[in-house]
């Protein structure tokens, strides 16, 4: 497999450890992953050395904090006090790694924190390249990443997500493109998986009838093209603002699987739809402040989107100034109809074959 591209058709998240403090969003959906992630490293296949647990598009950290613990207590307590575990972070070239390397020392919830023989490394490159030696992972965990395509060739002239474009022609290309990064992503982590790994997988799904996105990424592509019958972005702009994102069901998810029991000698072991809850409801729903409801969802909203889109703006423009103003018009849209933003997420997990 050569060591080069295909790279990544998005970019890294808001930076400056922005991310970090707006993903609650993913943080609910990577809760309700934690009984099959702890079932994953209470069963996985050990040998004698170090354990190998590798964070696939881990962004800055935070996020990884809670899983990479389960997977160090439970691992722990099968292989002893003093067998290493290696916890391998990988994400973009661009991503604010140095915002994880702070996190891992001072976040509250570092899992570095009282561990001992625990050994983090990160890795800045796409992984839709080999990022590891044959067989040298145990366990592999990626949440909220594989829903961005490798590409970001795909033009929608009717959205912002390329994934919500019911043009036919951007439909079946997204369909395409996801299909062929999602088995690439398994061939290449079936060669790094050893004999007996699990891998799990969470990402942004959806079902035939729908993403649960509908309403904040509607009003964002609203706020786009206002921006543009305003005079701030030019038609050729416009044409250009698509994230590259696609969104699989999970017949799409299931496809490689179908024709045999096992895929690159991978076997789906589960798989399911979650409907995220909406970590900002509940509080909205006592105070019925809209406007800290708003900016909690503009703000996750901008820590994910914020810089693939200001990639997209015209070079001698002035980028930050149009984002900001952009989810600032996000922030007041979202604020006239607050309502629960509820993303259906893909639960995956797989085991290599023995
Ligand atoms: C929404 S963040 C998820 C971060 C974290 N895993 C979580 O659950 O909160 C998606 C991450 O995937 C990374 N990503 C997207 N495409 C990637 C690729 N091809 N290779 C590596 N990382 C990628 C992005 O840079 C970003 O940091």
């Known amino acids: 497999m050569s060591n080069n591209p295909?790279?990544?058709?998005?970019?890294?998240?808001?930076?400056?450890?922005?991310?970090?403090?707006?993903?609650?969003?993913?943080?609910?959906?990577?809760?309700?992953?934690?009984?099959?992630?702890?079932?994953?490293?209470?069963?996985?296949?050990?040998?004698?050395?170090?354990?190998?647990?590798?964070?696939?598009?881990?962004?800055?950290?935070?996020?990884?904090?809670?899983?990479?613990?389960?997977?160090?207590d439970t691992l722990r307590a099968r292989l002893g006090p003093s067998v290493p575990i290696e916890i391998v972070h990988t994400d973009l070239p661009s991503n604010d790694f140095p915002a994880l390397f702070e996190a891992l020392v001072s976040d509250p919830n570092s899992y570095m924190i009282g561990a001992s023989d625990v050994f983090p490394f990160a890795i800045g490159r796409s992984y839709?390249?080999?990022?590891?030696?044959?067989?040298?992972?145990?366990?592999?965990?990626?949440?909220?990443?594989?829903?961005?395509?490798?590409?970001?060739?795909?033009?929608?002239?009717?959205?912002?997500?390329?994934?919500?474009?019911?043009?036919?022609?951007?439909?079946?290309?997204?369909?395409?493109?996801?299909?062929g990064d999602w088995e690439c992503f398994l061939k290449l982590r079936s060669v790094e998986m050893r004999p007996g790994a699990k891998l799990i997988a969470g990402f942004t799904a959806r079902?035939?009838?729908?993403?649960?996105?509908?309403?904040?990424?509607?009003?964002?592509?609203?706020?786009?093209?206002?921006m543009g019958e305003?005079?701030?972005?030019?038609?050729?702009?416009?044409?250009?603002?698509?994230?590259?994102?696609?969104?699989?069901?999970?017949?799409?998810?299931?496809a490689p699987f179908v024709q045999s029991e096992y895929f690159a000698d991978l076997h789906l072991e589960h798989l399911d739809l979650i409907n995220v809850s909406d970590p900002f409801w509940e509080e909205f729903e006592r105070s019925g402040d809209k406007a800290t409801f708003a900016k909690h969802h503009a703000d996750m909203?901008?820590?994910?989107?914020?810089?693939?889109?200001?990639?997209?703006?015209?070079e001698r423009r002035k980028r930050t100034e149009l984002v900001n103003e952009l989810f600032s018009r996000l922030e007041s849209r979202l604020s006239e109809n607050p309502r629960p933003h509820q993303p259906y997420m893909a639960a995956v997990v797989l085991s290599k074959r023995r």
């Open 207 to 226: 079902t035939a009838a729908g993403t649960g996105w509908e309403w904040p990424l509607g009003e964002l592509w609203s706020a786009v093209v206002e």
């Open 6 to 72: 295909p790279q990544s058709g998005s970019a890294a998240m808001e930076g400056g450890g922005f991310y970090n403090r707006h993903s609650a969003m993913q943080a609910t959906g990577i809760a309700a992953l934690l009984s099959l992630w702890e079932d994953a490293c209470r069963t996985v296949d050990l040998g004698q050395g170090p354990a190998t647990i590798v964070d696939f598009g881990s962004s800055q950290g935070r996020n990884s904090m809670t899983p990479m613990r389960v997977a160090i």
């Open 128 to 179: 839709f390249t080999p990022l590891l030696p044959p067989q040298r992972m145990h366990l592999g965990w990626t949440t909220w990443a594989l829903q961005w395509m490798s590409s970001s060739a795909i033009k929608a002239h009717d959205h912002i997500l390329a994934g919500m474009s019911v043009l036919p022609s951007v439909v079946s290309a997204v369909a395409k493109q996801q299909a």
């Open 230 to 254: 305003d005079g701030l972005f030019s038609e050729e702009e416009l044409n250009q603002l698509t994230i590259p994102i696609g969104l699989r069901t999970l017949e799409d998810i299931k």
């Open 301 to 314: 909203m901008r820590a994910w989107s914020g810089p693939v889109i200001a990639s997209l703006i015209a």
